[in-house]
């Protein structure tokens, strides 16, 4: 490896002045000592906005030259989903929504959705339901099912399918570590309902330099290096058995995630990935993992250059899920998957930070930590609430606008009539995701401008009547809100 040096890489460019966690399925709210301490708010809450299904891997990508949040909404199934990706510019409208292409795919499923080269093409696996001849695995009294692991690279603009690669026609099935029914994803492969998930495709990227694919696949614990033309398998890097064409000299890896190209040049690869280690039932070591390997082209060795476990005692063992980022500065950002838990470390893998958000079941597929401006088109929500309509009762505002990054502060107004919300009632500093101001007196009506760090007006909500309990709820109330009822009176 003499003279070559791997620099950092983050994927799509991310930049890392700031961190933020964002997801939309879960927020982070508190930090584990004793390492950085980092409290951080939600900026952006999109259960509203992407239904009722759920969402995966949030990111920043480009898209014609901006950027814009990628990820993939759908109907989450068992280790699977049918759905497609979007595009979200920075006022949170959708700007493109990509599905597959070709015949006989069903839809985007959600372990990936890149959006690569400025947004001209985007990545994305599916999830295709076969009947397969499975006599060898038990099956003999009918057809099985396959749940075969397929790739496409799809034009964004034209919708047109670039490249479809399908698992089943490069990839023995004897290569799979995950038989027939034996796990609580693997499918039983005696129906449609239940097709043998014997590949698991989770990560697909893309070389600028070799123009190759990078593909991961859990069931059978291997990454694969493919032809852009032909699908054909350039390499495959497997940690054990007879499919593989490097020696690990020093590392093992299974059940792995999130494969990407660092750097390469004419003699070597390098990569990163998640190593999972575990997928619940069977187990390489002790913890899960992000590392970063050297693939030598002309020894036929695989070197581990890093690796990076979590922060706790013994580190955290996640059996699904999880994600490595290298960040511009060469920091590692990482998502522990099914543990509610993130980490960034140094180079050197010292522990900057780590944080986790709720408890199990709550998990997070893919965490990043990336730059993120955005000015969305709705107004400031408001409430506003007050005991009475007297000049003695004050007026309690609360205030949060979803999606705004630039909000430093808000001015508070207040009116006797909707059209006439004129008086300044006091400015305040923004206090997380909603702040609360409490104004002296009655105001009927109320309005709120948020102010950038100049003091510029970025947006005015429209004039909100405010509450007033009536006499039934009057003695329940004190200043700031009412108690919710519990039961209805006898």
């Known amino acids: 490896m003499a003279g ?26 508190n930090v584990t000592e004793p390492l950085s301490t980092f409290y951080t708010n939600l900026v952006w809450s999109g259960f509203g906005f992407s239904g009722p299904e759920t969402s995966h891997d949030v990111q920043v990508c ?45 839809s985007v499923d959600m372990h990936e959705f890149n959006v690569i080269d400025d947004g001209k093409s985007a990545l994305v696996t599916a999830y295709m339901t076969i009947p397969y001849d499975l006599s060898d695995y038990g099956i003999t009294t009918g057809v099985g099912y396959l749940q075969d692991g397929t790739f496409q690279e799809i034009e964004i603009d ?21 038989l027939p029914n034996a796990s609580d994803t693997s499918g039983t492969g005696l129906s449609p309902s239940s097709p043998w998930d014997w590949f698991h495709i989770n990560s697909v990227d893309k070389s600028s330099y070799s123009n190759t694919y990078l593909i991961s696949a859990r069931s059978v614990s291997s990454i694969y290096n493919l032809n852009t033309t032909d699908g054909s398998i ?9 499919y593989t064409d490097f020696d690990c000299t020093n590392f093992n890896f299974s059940y792995q995630h999130d494969a990407r190209f660092v750097q390469e040049n004419t003699t070597h690869t390098i990569i990163s990935l998640y190593d999972n280690a575990s997928n619940g039932y069977n187990q390489t070591s002790p913890e ?28 955290l063992l996640s059996s699904s899920q999880g994600n490595t980022q290298i960040l511009p500065n060469g920091n590692f950002f990482n998502g522990w998957g099914s543990i509610d838990a993130v980490s960034e470390h140094a180079p050197d893998g010292t522990p900057l930070l780590y944080a986790t958000w709720g408890a199990y079941p709550v998990m997070n597929y893919r965490a990043w930590s990336f730059n993120w401006t955005a000015a969305p088109k709705t107004e400031p929500a408001l409430y506003a609430f007050s005991k009475n309509a007297t000049s003695a009762a004050p007026t309690s505002i609360f205030v949060s606008w979803n999606g705004a990054t630039e909000v430093q502060s808000w001015r508070f107004y207040g009116g006797a009539a909707a059209d006439a919300v004129t008086t300044v009632l006091g400015e305040t500093a923004k206090a997380g995701f909603e702040t609360g101001y409490q104004a002296d007196g009655f105001n009927a009506f109320v309005a709120v401008e948020a102010l950038d760090g100049a003091g510029n007006v970025l947006s005015r909500s429209s004039a909100l009547k405010t509450f007033v309990p009536n006499a039934v709820y009057a003695d329940l ?6 108690p919710q009822a519990t039961a209805y009176s006898s």
């Open 158 to 178: 034209t919708g047109k399918m670039l490249f479809e690669w399908r698992a089943i026609d490069h990839v023995a099935l004897n290569a799979s570590y995950v």
């Open 234 to 242: 350039i390499w495959t890097l497997s940690a054990g058995g007879a």
């Open 4 to 29: 070559f040096t791997p620099a950092p890489r983050a994927r799509n460019a991310l930049a890392a002045a700031a961190f933020s966690l964002f997801a939309l399925t879960a927020a982070q709210d």
């Open 477 to 482: 109330c004190d200043e700031v809100e009412c």
């Open 288 to 315: 899960s993992s992000s590392m970063v390997i050297a693939l030598d082209h002309t020894t036929n060795k695989a070197t581990m250059l890093q690796r990076i476990t979590a922060p706790p005692a013994g580190g």
């Open 62 to 106: 480009t898209y014609n030259g901006e950027d814009h949040l990628c990820f993939e909404q759908g109907n989450q199934l068992k280790g699977y989903a049918r759905g497609h990706g979007l595009i979200v510019d920075k006022s949170y409208s959708i700007v493109k929504s990509v599905e597959v292409g070709g015949s006989g795919v069903p």
